[in-house]
């Protein structure tokens, strides 16, 4: 009898000891990410009506595109972080729109360091943390912005050679990943989670 009462407490302590422990550098990179992706969001919505009221409305198409895709990332990771039983601090952005080139510029300037910075130290920290869940809504942020970058780039590009005319006058968003296309050249599944085409946002 005593050797039972021993192994259970074995197997008390050994379960005890395999208890989850939070992964406090995740969560607290996704609450980074959620507050960064609703600013973006708010920040890309004012942008674009600056660019309307200018003229540019190929830019303003752009932008108003940007903030729905940014507003999908947000949400996939407050819902990561939800899952692990945290809630998201508030959003209050504080930001002064400028110009449509300058606007242009800081939306390049943001991706880029999301790109190049921000999400793979976050996709490094949740690996190392083994959270699958926040690794992929990290890599769906991050692989759309890269795609983002390139469209602000072409948009700085045609404002300063006034080809304006030349950009995309439509979008299509895939509404859970936030992949973003080009509307004239839309792949029939998103490439990034499979989401049939037929599903997508559209933006023009």
């Not at 990332?73 to 998201?88: I, R, S």
């Not at 080009?182 to 989401?195: G, L, R, S």
Request: hydrophobic share 45%; with cysteine.
């Amino acid at each position: 009898m005593k050797k039972v009462i021993f192994c259970l407490t074995l197997c008390v302590v050994a379960l005890w000891g395999c208890k989850q422990v939070d992964p406090v550098k995740t969560i607290e990179n996704l609450h980074a990410a959620y507050i960064g992706e609703s600013t973006a969001s708010a920040k890309y919505a004012s942008f674009a009506k600056v660019a309307m009221e200018a003229g540019n409305n190929a830019v303003a198409v752009l932008f108003l595109t940007a903030s729905k895709s940014e507003a999908i990332h947000a949400a996939n990771h407050l819902k990561v972080l939800e899952g692990l039983g945290h809630k998201a601090d508030q959003v209050n952005p504080e930001y002064t729109p400028g110009d449509v080139l300058s606007n242009l510029r800081a939306a390049l300037e943001g991706e880029s360091y999301e790109v190049a910075t921000m999400y793979p130290e976050f996709i490094a920290a949740a690996k190392t943390e083994k959270v699958k869940k926040a690794v992929k809504s990290f890599n769906w942020a991050m692989d759309t912005e890269k795609k983002h970058m390139v469209f602000y780039e072409n948009a700085i590009k045609a404002l300063t050679d006034n080809t304006e005319a030349a950009l995309p006058t439509g979008y299509a968003i895939c509404p859970i990943c936030g992949n973003t296309y080009d509307a004239a050249a839309v792949d029939d599944k998103c490439a990034f989670c499979q989401t049939p085409k037929k599903e997508f946002v559209i933006i023009q």
